[in-house]
Nanobody, 121 residues
Framework: QVQLVESGGELVQVGGSLRLSCAASGRISEHALAWWRRAAGKEREFVAAITWSGGNTYYADSVKGRFTISRDAAKNTVYLQMNSLKPEDTAVYYC???????????????WGQGTQVTVSS
């Protein structure tokens, strides 16, 4: 069993930066963790993922070069550093986990409650 709690979402100006955190508990070392987002009226969208054991990372094309996913094993926490934010980054951001990386939301077994990010122009 894995529990995930996101934090760090807030209102930020265009071009600004924000760091989201996902505090994980349970057998997290056996999992890959991912950030997904859902904008109002849109489908859930993959953002980034990291494998806990090897630290391999994956990014959506829309965030490459602007977002960075990382993990702190000592704190059992995954971060999403978001730079050069755009209005289209506005969404609820969710942390998710499964036993291996997947680009399909339906395959993730565990989800957090989400944190709202709003990018204002």
């Amino acid at each position: 069993q894995v529990q995930l709690v996101e934090s760090g979402g807030e209102l930020v100006q265009v071009g600004g930066s924000l760091r989201l955190s996902c505090a994980a508990s349970g057998r997290i070392s056996e999992h890959a963790l991912a950030w997904w987002r859902r904008a109002a009226g849109k489908e859930r969208e993959f953002v980034a993922a990291i494998t806990w054991s090897g630290g391999n990372t994956y990014y959506a094309d829309s965030v490459k070069g602007r977002f960075t996913i990382s993990r702190d094993a000592a704190k059992n926490t995954v971060y999403l550093q978001m730079n050069s934010l755009k209005p289209e980054d506005t969404a609820v951001y969710y942390c998710a986990a499964r036993n291996r990386y997947s680009g399909s939301a339906a395959k993730y077994d565990y989800w957090g409650q989400g944190t709202q990010v709003t990018v204002s122009s």
